[in-house]
């Protein structure tokens, strides 16, 4: 955590709205005339200390708003901050405006980059969606999740430094058609590596999240899904019979009502609950003692091990008082488990959307039947702002987008920066970059194998300042290959571009070395930056894959490293060697931010 900077702090909001906003004003020494605003509809509007600490070691000062969907209120708040600036610095001069976003953060800065002029000199959407991400992204993971759950230790291995490189080997018909359907729909292969967060193993209804929505804007789904030729439901194959029988259809006798001092009932003792190996969300209904008679659904949590439902908030009063010794609740997984193939029922009507090919015919057209609705447009037209993704920017834009990356996939990077290419023709160069980061996720660095995008994006940031600013041209894009929706970059820094550092590490000679144990082991890298983007300031070794590092020394700041280690094992296993490479533009090993890193690896399994 950064320690606080001397800034001068505005908070205010709007009239007759519940938008606020905050502006954090470095002293006028270490102001160079711009400001950086982060968006995201979950915020609040109260940055954090090293956020503050970042845009005035930019020379800029800081403007955030509460969250909202949307960009208007962002740029209300952007344009007031101006008058507010040149208030306090007592300037007439322009001010420059950066705007970024992650996530949903990055669907409200494309919106707002494309739809307003004069506001913002540039943007860094990060971590970004397309309009078709949000549901199916997520329902295509809780997809492979039921199909390939038991089976996803094996493809992790496959993936892994030294693995067999082969993901479909052990797997049976249906899962390996699985693994190809979710893989050409996106999901990175390397991401299985960390196969629990890619299957939301930990929390798997909250790959659901959208379930709600869809159920609102698509009602009878559901119903036809499990009851009209031509979907999963119905379908006479082994995925069809894989659904079916994970299907949950069960009748609970309530045998007891507990209840508060007012008689109000506060949970359930039932006398039975199904079995749920696939985790998915159950829906409750509730049937009065004659068990035909339907009082209506009810919300609350079911605890498996006690055979206790308690009940939650937003109940209606009639199927409360329906709650009684004998009542029936009945639990369904109709409508979870559907929505899990939904994706095959929303094939995309805009062109370019490559990942769902593999669901038209040779004509074009779907080979399933598809939904009266879109539902990915809608719901990123309401984050965006009304933004239909055209990539037709009115200032600079560099996207950053991670390459292991489950929850926003590399690949829609690319189709934005396709439309962008369309849009702006001749003046694509001049206007827009894509930065691919890799060994890095949706979320930070969190688990082994990964680096943090904290870096390239403050970098990022620099940049599209001094390109608006001064015209100093950044680095170019990232330069990548897709197949069937998998992005595959470079081996080399030269070649790769971009600003991240490669790391090419070897034992053995390999990516894998077999030795018996109390036997050193000798480990030789080369660490390059592409040219241009700083030099290697550190490096780090974790020897166990445990996810702790050790610092050694890495020489004098240089933009190509060689670098070597040895480590004995006592103790027989297999271990993910990873060597921690960072970088910055500057070659400083004491400069607070803008560090860009990654991560070579390695496999040594001790007999």
Request: proline fraction near 7%; include cysteine; charged fraction near 20%.
């Amino acid at each position: 955590m950064t320690s606080p900077v001397p800034h001068h702090k505005v908070s205010g909001h709007f009239d007759g709205t519940g938008s606020r906003f905050t502006f954090y004003l470095p002293p006028k020494a270490r102001w160079d005339g711009r400001f950086f605003q982060v968006v995201y509809p979950l915020q609040n509007e109260n940055a954090t200390d090293d956020d503050i600490a970042f845009a005035a070691d930019s020379g800029a000062y800081r403007v955030q708003t509460n969250g909202s969907t949307g960009y208007r209120v962002d740029a209300a708040a952007a344009k007031f901050s101006k008058q507010v600036a040149a208030r306090y610095y007592g300037t007439s001069r322009r001010i420059f405006g950066y705007l970024y976003g992650g996530s949903g953060g990055s669907y409200q800065a494309i919106g707002a980059i494309e739809n307003t002029t004069g506001v913002w000199d540039g943007a860094v959407p990060f971590i970004p969606g397309t309009p078709e991400a949000i549901p199916n992204n997520f329902f295509v993971r809780a997809f492979a999740r039921l199909v390939l759950g038991t089976k996803a230790p094996r493809i992790a291995d496959a993936v892994k430094p030294g693995g067999s490189g082969n993901p479909g080997a052990g797997l049976s018909g249906v899962e390996r058609a699985v693994l190809t359907e979710v893989t050409k729909m996106g999901i990175p292969l390397r991401a299985w590596a960390n196969y629990r967060y890619v299957l939301g193993m930990d929390d798997p209804q909250g790959l659901l999240g959208f379930a709600s929505t869809v159920r609102a804007l698509d009602p009878a789904y559901a119903d036809d899904f499990w009851g009209k030729a031509g979907y999963l439901g119905t379908e006479r194959s082994p995925l069809g019979d894989l659904f079916r029988s994970a299907r949950i259809d069960y009748p609970a006798t309530v045998t007891k009502v507990n209840r508060d001092p007012q008689s109000r009932p506060t949970s359930l003792v039932l006398d039975g609950v199904p079995a749920n190996p696939a985790n998915l969300l159950l829906d409750f209904t509730v049937y009065r003692p004659d068990g035909t008679t339907k009082a209506g659904t009810l919300t609350g949590t079911l605890d498996p091990a006690t055979k206790v439902f308690t009940i939650g908030g937003g109940n209606p009063p009639d199927v409360l008082d329906a709650l009684a010794e004998g009542a029936k609740l009945r639990m369904d997984n109709r409508w979870s488990l559907a929505l899990l193939a939904y994706h095959r029922y929303q094939v995309p009507t805009r062109p370019g959307f490559h990942a769902w090919d593999q669901f038209r015919d040779a004509a074009g057209q779907p080979i399933y039947p598809q939904r009266p609705v879109e539902v990915g447009p809608m719901i990123s037209r309401n984050v965006s702002g009304g933004g239909t993704f055209t990539g037709k920017i009115t200032a600079k834009v560099i996207v950053v987008a991670n390459l292991l990356d489950t929850d926003a996939y590399p690949w829609d990077a690319d189709w934005y920066a396709s439309q962008a290419k369309q849009a702006l023709g001749n003046r694509y160069d001049s206007m827009f970059r894509v930065w691919f980061n890799d060994h890095a996720d949706h979320i930070g660095a969190h688990l082994p194998g990964l680096v943090g995008y904290g870096g390239i994006l403050e970098q990022a940031l620099r940049d599209v300042s001094a390109w608006a600013e001064r015209g100093v041209v950044p680095a170019r894009s990232t330069q990548y290959t897709m197949a069937d929706s998998q992005i595959r970059v470079p081996a080399t820094a030269q070649e790769r571009r971009g600003i991240q550092p490669v790391v090419d590490l070897t034992a053995g000679g390999g990516t894998r070395i077999d030795v018996t144990a109390g036997r050193p082991v000798a480990f030789k890298a080369l660490a390059q930056v592409p040219p241009g983007a700083g030099k290697v300031v550190s490096a780090e070794w974790d020897f166990t894959g445990d996810g702790v590092f050790e610092r050694r020394p890495s020489g004098p700041p240089r933009d190509c490293v060689e670098l070597s280690a040895t480590h004995t094992y006592t103790a027989p296993g297999t271990y993910i060697v990873a060597l921690r490479v960072t970088a910055n533009r500057a070659g400083n090993p004491a400069a607070p931010f803008a560090d860009v890193q990654n991560l070579g690896q390695v496999r040594v399994v001790v007999h």
